[in-house]
């Protein structure tokens, strides 16, 4: 593909935010991390170490992100004979025809020198008695490329290494706090951003950051469905925020549902215990209720191919047998390697009265991870000046249509220096108008200019139809007719915070205990999360409807077969400046991942055509042919 461009064109503003009080603080800052998992720690030690006045905003403690949650390992090429080259191919493979090869090749090169460099930071891998890393295999590998800490407690370890890494920098840190919404200048250029400090502290209440330079990493969006892998803030904040700021989103109707997660009944809603894929890349076998291996016939690597296929055989084999559930067979490790290599989840097993030292574990698939996000070039720069994403909340192009398994801490790991030093550079250069690391003088606090639009803020009480919404009918098999019934219903849980007082009671989502409609939501933390999901539940139904095809993590049940002649390409979404109009979808003409400085994007008014496809943009509202 050609060289991307430099990000420095005019962003397309909405002007949208969401209703909050007027800030009543503001403290200044050259960078403003949003985030305290690895792409987010990782980004904030760089930049303070190249010399930059940096804050990191954290929704819960330091350690509180999705980070520490990850089981398995990081995937690099470390081990003998195995070369990024191999790695390369691999993730390319099971992203299903959508990965962007030179953001492929950056993640695989600079990967290996990136882990090393975590652990002169002061995270301990697991080693073998000479000193060497030991490494397993995980779904979509060819090799044991897997660095695991812990046992089954990477994440852990690594989250623990850099936020002592980050106290010991006596790095500027605000917990607790909810990120609200962009901050920009006159030009449209990143100027900071607004959050909401919850509880007593140094800060509390509403308040800004002001920085040129915020990178967004907020991690993922799966609490949108009722069951999954993800922590409980990972309500999408960084999704919704760039898109009211005027950012472009790829690629979202490919959310990853892992195969292995435990099942703990049909009605299980929230975060669920998750059976690393490593247990079966140390020989534990998928089986059914008789005990027959049913991925042997479904691809050569049997249970290790890549997740999607996976979790498609899963739930083919339970809609076959009228079951719920799956098991994971792992009995032949024995008591031993149970507790060594897995003890966080064998802990997990056992407290929810399963061993699986003696019993095989019950596993379904639940939503883990979005492969989409805000679309990003190579230095991690967004569509808006000065605004940038890492981890998960971002789309850099390297996952496609389905992530390779471990693939996901490398990336945050690789592109959060990639960020640190383009901001950097900038710095150098002077690029950016105004940022300039050393002392500034105190920050006034910002001033909401007049006329600005406003989201309507989503009930809480909606939270838990939409979630209940988004998983009957995005989940992991999806149909138009299920996507649809999900629009319609998510387009009246909107409606009613319009218009709260005349929605007929016992129609949709977000009534009062005794059937009568419910009042306009007051702003708070829990209506701000609710109204984020909302926000990027529309979206991805959007797209999931748009992409008439089966490919990676998206299964159409009424589109079976991956359709490379109209259905290789990217789907790219912004929100119209107009809150009622909603999401404007386009399809990219190529596989290549698009730059992420469109010429079509104007200042005002808002375009619907875009220049580089042969199908004008839409609301993704608008009618559509049968």
Known sequence: MTGRPTGTGSPARTGIRLTAPAPGWAVDADV??????????????????????????????????????????????????????????DTLVAGAGLCDEEAVRVLVTEGPAAVRRLIDTGAHFDTSAEGALQLTREGGHHRRRIAHAGGDATGAEISRALVGAVRDAALRTVENALVLDLLTDEQGRTSGVTLHVMGEGQHDGVGAVHA???????????????????PAVSTGDGVALALRAGAEVSDLEFVQFHPTVLFLGAGAEGQQPLVSEAVRGEGAHLVDADGVRFM??????????????????????????????????????????????????????????????????????????????????????????????????????????????????????VFAERIAADIAADIADGVADGMTAGPAEAPAVPVEPAGTPHLPLIAPEARADIQR??????????????????????????????????????????????????????????????????????????????????????????????????????????????????????????????????????????????????????????????
Not at 52 to 67: C, N, Q
Request: hydrophobic share 40%; aromatic share 4%; glycine share 10%.
């Open 32 to 89: 403003v991390v949003v985030g305290s998992g690895v792409a987010g720690l990782t980004t904030a030690l760089r930049c303070t170490a190249a010399g930059l006045r940096t804050v990191v905003v954290t929704k819960a403690r330091l350690d509180d992100g999705s980070t520490r949650w990850a089981q398995g390992g990081i995937a690099a090429a470390l081990g003998e004979g195995d070369t990024p080259e191999q790695h390369l191919d």
């Open 212 to 230: 040129p330079a915020v990178v967004l990493a907020t991690g993922g969006m799966g609490q949108v469905f009722s069951a999954t892998t993800n």
């Open 296 to 413: 042997l016939d479904q691809h050569e690597l049997a249970e290790l191919a890549p997740r999607d296929i996976v979790a498609k055989a899963i739930m083919r084999r339970m809609r076959e047998q009228g079951v719920e559930h799956m098991y994971l067979d792992a009995r032949h490790f024995g008591a031993e390697m149970w507790e060594t290599r897995f003890p966080t989840i064998l802990a997990a097993c056992r407290s929810h009265g399963i061993d699986p030292v003696t019993e095989p574990v019950p596993v379904a698939p639940a939503a883990h991870y979005a492969s989409g996000g805000i679309r990003t070039d190579l230095r991690g720069r967004t569509t808006v000046p000065g605004l940038y994403a890492s981890g998960e909340v971002a789309c850099t192009g390297v996952h496609g249509a389905n992530r390779l398994a471990s693939n996901s801490l490398l990336e945050g790991l």
């Open 469 to 626: 919404v988004m998983s009957r009918g995005a989940g992991v098999l999806r149909s138009a007719a299920s996507l649809r019934a999900a629009a319609t219903a998510l387009e009246a849980v909107s409606q009613q915070a319009l218009s709260p007082e005349s929605a007929p009671a016992g129609e949709i989502p977000g009534e009062t205990s005794d059937g009568t409609p419910g009042k306009a939501a007051v702003p708070g933390v829990d209506a701000w999360e609710t109204t984020n999901l909302l926000c990027v539940a529309r979206v991805l139904v959007a797209t999931a409807l748009e992409r008439e095809e089966t490919r990676g993590c998206h299964w159409r049940e009424d589109h079976p077969e991956r359709d490379d002649t109209d259905w290789r390409a990217h789907l790219v979404v912004r929100l119209d400046p107009d809150p009622d109009r909603g999401p404007v979808l386009r399809r990219t003409p190529t596989a290549a991942f698009p730059p992420v400085d469109p010429p079509y994007l104007p200042a005002e008014p808002p375009s619907h055509v875009a220049p580089d496809s042969d199908v004008p943009p839409r609301p993704a509202n608008a009618p559509r042919e049968p």
